[in-house]
């Protein structure tokens, strides 16, 4: 184990103004079939899909939801974890409780804790008020090279899933410019793009987090992206008393239930936002989607980090349009040893 590592086992811009992406297509490991790369389709397959989890574990629980699935995916080869926004300490420590549950070592880096430009809207992490035990201390500043070297190890064979806000993946792709090409792709859970009724009117916490993270990583040119927006993720939810049901019988979704009991004490219900991006990697007849371009708002007022997005086909940017809740569902408990 390298000193510097500590391994556990895992008022608007233009729409042009956004530039667009190249989908490029290739391979990402012998045996592993994409099946026209624009619409990322994963065929079966037995080999191992590499990915990178970029998180703001702690505040929402389905970030715990997600890890936990990627922990249990056999197609998931985690190569590692940043955390971000505040208290990415204590966020980095939530992530290694469940990769020692899970028995996987893999390196974890807390990342960035303030955003780009603007105030810091999430300094804490609720849930690790359940954590029991001494803490383990993670490297400090290294999250950014941790994620470049990775990327740079595996050119071409990279899946990005980032499920907060995009600060970690912005300063990356400024240091290290060389970076975003030699990403397979990128998948993102926020912003929203469609007019689907939401709580909080046309905005969505990751992109209004980090605003300028958002615009500068949607704007990025070469990467193959995917953007999982709340108009979509909302549709999959459950109320405490299915959670307590369904998170029964393997050791990850009880401790997550455990968990929950945080996020409930405020909450009527559990949506899957991230575990939707997670689970689609893996299969991604879960959701449809449609292509263009995606504005962000960086004007200040209530609308800052709103996206826009615009239909383009053929663009090189997709947005989820649609999901099949049964599928998704389905997928998500399949890989946990209790299957209801």
């Known amino acids: 184990m390298a000193a510097e590592q500590i391994f556990v086992r895992s008022g608007g811009m233009k729409v042009d103004s956004v530039s667009r992406r190249r989908f490029v297509a290739g391979s990402i490991g012998a045996g592993l079939g994409l099946a026209g790369l624009g619409a990322m389709e994963l065929s079966a397959t037995t080999s191992r899909r590499k990915v990178l ?67 810091q809207m999430q300094p804490e992490a609720p849930q690790t008020r359940r954590l029991e035990g001494p803490r383990r201390e993670f490297p400090e500043n290294s999250a950014i090279e941790f994620l470049a070297d990775t990327i740079r190890a595996n050119p071409g064979e990279v899946t990005l899933l980032a499920v907060g806000p995009l600060t970690n993946i912005a300063l990356l792709f400024t240091r290290y410019p060389d970076v975003p090409a030699l990403l397979d792709s990128l998948v993102w859970m926020g912003g929203k793009y469609s007019d689907y009724p939401t709580p ?22 070469e990467i193959r992206t995917t953007c999982f927006g709340l108009d979509i993720t909302w549709r999959l939810s459950m109320t405490p008393a299915k ?98």
């Open 200 to 221: 909080w009117g046309p905005t969505e916490w990751n992109a209004i987090v980090d605003p300028d993270a958002a615009y500068q990583v949607l704007s990025s040119p």
């Open 53 to 119: 989890f970029d998180t703001d574990i702690g505040s929402d629980i389905d970030d715990a939801v997600a890890l936990a699935y990627l922990l249990r995916q056999p197609h998931c080869e985690l190569l590692g974890i940043t955390t971000v926004t505040g208290d990415s300490q204590g966020r980095a420590a939530l992530a290694a409780s469940l990769c020692d549950l899970a028995g996987v070592e893999v390196p974890i880096y807390p990342g960035e804790e303030q955003p780009l430009k603007i105030e």
């Open 243 to 340: 959670v307590a049901e369904r998170f029964r019988g393997d050791p990850l979704l009880e401790r997550v239930l455990d968990w929950s009991a945080v996020w409930f004490e405020e909450r009527e219900l559990l949506h899957f936002h991230d575990p939707l991006a997670a689970v689609s990697i893996f299969d991604p007849t879960v959701a449809t989607h449609r292509r263009g371009l995606i504005d962000v708002d960086l004007e200040p007022g209530d609308h800052r980090g709103v996206t826009r997005f615009s239909p383009i086909p053929g663009s090189d940017i997709r947005v989820a349009s649609g999901v099949d809740p049964d599928a998704f569902f389905s997928a998500y408990f399949s890989v946990f040893a209790t299957r209801r």
